[in-house]
């Protein structure tokens, strides 16, 4: 396996697995099968996104990718840096970064402090890591607020913090679980578009759950729809579009288009389920 870092072009860097899932499934200690059996291919540099019903267990496939939860049967392989790993074989979160929709700051600590931390407990000397921090803020747009606390920005500040803080030890794959459903939705179409350069500029893997149809068809290469529990797949749909990808997408028929397909798939998984 290669041990070649991803180019910074997307477009070269879409050669090989990033992650595999086969027959995966996991049965919690409660005894509720929360999934599968699942199986997924995502692509070096690929933006994929993950949506189903409440509880159909997307969240526990991105902890299983992450290695901070182990599948009850079926491989989990992630290729990072150093090749490609079996979870369960290595350090927990090497080479991942992992977005939560909280943005889990530590209020005490500067913003460049809270972005800093993963380094810290790395081992990286303070002055390169608030060097680093310095430039993963810079890259979400933060460059004059690393001095800042976290009670002094907005709800879309602190998720570029956090967005920041899971850049900072420069990730091949970046699982990103429901990062901006809290916010409203036009600081949420500027965090969609900022998401979309850096992927464009970075060439990362980025695994991204989400309930928004909308938000799917916007963002990803592929829509991969669950099922509801135990989440499999129901069906794996390609958006395809003139890229780079923006406004004019979001208001065009094809996106309409896209977003009707998606919705139509995901509809059985919620068949039986009360709307309410
Ligand atoms: N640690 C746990 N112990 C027991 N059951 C769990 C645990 N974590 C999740 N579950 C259960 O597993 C199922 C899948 O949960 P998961 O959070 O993965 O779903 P999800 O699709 O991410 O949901 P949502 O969209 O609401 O965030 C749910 O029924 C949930 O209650």
């Known amino acids: 396996m290669s041990s070649a870092k991803p180019s910074s072009t997307v477009e070269a860097s879409l050669t090989a697995l990033a ?18 059996p699942l199986d997924l291919a995502v692509r070096k540099g690929e933006f994929i996104s993950l949506l189903g019903p409440s509880g159909c267990g997307k969240s526990t496939a991105l902890r299983l990718i992450a290695g901070l939860s182990q599948a009850s049967s079926g491989t989990v392989r992630v290729s990072r840096h150093e090749g490609e790993v079996q979870i369960g074989h290595i350090r927990q979160g090497h080479g991942i970064g992992f977005v939560f929709q909280e943005p889990t700051l530590m209020p005490w600590s500067s913003v460049r402090e809270n972005v800093r931390l ?114 499999r797949i129901q069906a794996d749909i390609r958006i395809e579009t003139v890229e780079p990808r923006g ?28 709307t309410l």
């Open 247 to 274: 406004e004019e997408f979001r208001t065009s028929a094809a996106y309409s288009d896209y977003c009707r397909r998606v919705s139509a798939a995901l509809a059985p998984s919620y068949s039986g389920q009360s």
């Open 19 to 36: 992650v595999s899932l086969r027959g995966v499934t996991k049965v919690y200690d409660t005894g509720v099968m929360a999934l599968g």
């Open 118 to 231: 993963p380094l810290k407990l790395g081992g990286i000397a303070k002055a390169e890591g608030r060097a680093r921090a310095d430039a993963a803020l810079a890259s979400v747009g933060l460059a004059d607020f690393a001095d800042a606390f976290p009670r002094e920005l907005s709800g879309g500040m602190k998720m570029r913090v956090s967005l920041a803080r899971a850049l900072v030890t420069d990730p091949d794959i970046l699982l990103m679980d429901e990062p901006f459903a809290a916010l409203d939705e036009i600081t949420r179409f500027r965090l969609n578009n900022d998401l979309l350069a850096l992927w464009r500029s970075l060439g990362k893997t980025v695994i991204f759950v989400t309930h928004s149809v909308f938000e799917s068809v916007y963002l990803s290469q592929r829509v991969v729809v669950m099922t509801a529990r135990p989440g």
